[in-house]
Structures are given as C-alpha cells and as structure tokens.
C-alpha cells in the first residue's frame, strides 16, 4: 500500500472512530458532520473524499461502536457457566457505570428510538449489528445455536438502560437497572430447578 493510500485510510479511520464516539453522546441526530469532523481534527471539505453521506459514516460509526462494546461486553463469559456468564453479562450492562457513561457504552441505547425514524443504511446497520453481537453473545455462553436467547438478553439490556437513562431521579435508575438483572436471574434459577 502507497503513503497516500495509507493514510487515506488513517483519515477515513479518525473519522468512523470520532463518529462512533460522537453518536456515543449525542445520537443520531447529535452526531453531525461538522461536530465528528472537529473532533477529528479535520475540515469539512476531508468528508466527501471518504464519505457519500453521514448516513454511510453513521452507519459505519455504528457497527465500529457494535464491534467494540460487544467486545468488552464478553470478555470472560465463556470461562463461566451459561447462568454465570449471564449474571456477567447482566452487570456489566445493567451496571451503575454504564448507566453514568454513555459515552462508552451500548451504541444500542445511544440510538434509542431515532433508529427506527433514520434512513434505511442505518437501520441495517443496526441490524447488521445486532444480529452479529447476538451471535458472539451465544457463542461465549457455550450456545451458538440458540442466537434467540442472546437476542432476548440484549434486549432486556437495552430496554432496561434506555428507561434508567429516561427518567429522573437516581433511585428510580438503580431500580429499574436492578429489576431488569433480577426478572433475567429469577427466571434462569426456575428454569435450572424444573
């Protein structure tokens, strides 16, 4: 690969990363061209040369996001039992620090409900996404064919974060992030004693 080739792809690089990080904090809508481009330090006129759209940049800002928070969200699980490698995954997800650190947590939750209203790349990719972190879920419990069940516990995460994030008071956060962790681990005790 040339010098210029290679840092054609370095550029494109900061850029996805800033994205990603940028649609972290501030979603969707939040996360515009000039603001993604300022943090990587570059101008305006450097996007067009890498990028259609934003929607092609925020569509790959998300599965880079996906990527790498599903990542950190499985590290370990597959050393554990599938109840232990859930509890697992229930705390890191429905934890007090992803609760106060959106901006290193589920790109799920950052999108909240602006992706079902974004352009169609968008959806895909979140789709794209989804499916490819239900599937390394099953995967580090031990199961890669039941992708279902790592779907219905990231769902649960992400619904349960999503309200904690909404309301107003602390209390009411910790509650519904505890709630969410008790229902998952109350069902899989009564299913390992019938």
Not at 25 to 51: M, P
Not at 76 to 99: E, K, M, P
Not at 116 to 121: D, T, V
Request: glycine residues 8%.
């Amino acid at each position: 690969m040339t010098k210029r080739a290679e840092q054609k792809v370095e550029t494109r690089t900061r850029i996805v990363d800033a994205a990603a990080k940028r649609f972290l904090i501030d979603g969707i809508e939040g996360a515009t061209i000039s603001k993604v481009l300022g943090d990587a330090g570059l101008t305006h006129g450097t996007f067009y040369a890498h990028f259609q759209s934003k929607e092609t940049l925020l569509a790959e800002a998300f599965l880079t996001a996906a990527a790498e928070t599903s990542e950190r969200w499985i590290v370990g699980v597959s050393d554990l039992s599938t109840n232990q490698g859930i509890g697992l995954l229930l705390a890191r997800a429905l934890g007090n620090a992803h609760l106060k650190h959106p901006e290193t947590g589920c790109p799920f939750v950052a999108a909240g409900s602006e992706i079902w209203r974004s352009h169609n790349e968008i959806r895909k990719a979140y789709e794209e996404g989804m499916l490819a972190v239900a599937a390394k879920v099953a995967d580090s419990l031990g199961d890669q064919a039941d992708v279902d069940h790592a779907i219905a516990i990231h769902a649960i995460c992400i619904g349960g974060l999503t309200m904690a994030r909404s309301v107003a008071s602390e209390e009411v956060s910790l509650r519904v992030l505890r709630a969410c962790r008790q229902f998952v681990l109350k069902r899989l005790q009564k299913s390992a004693e019938a």
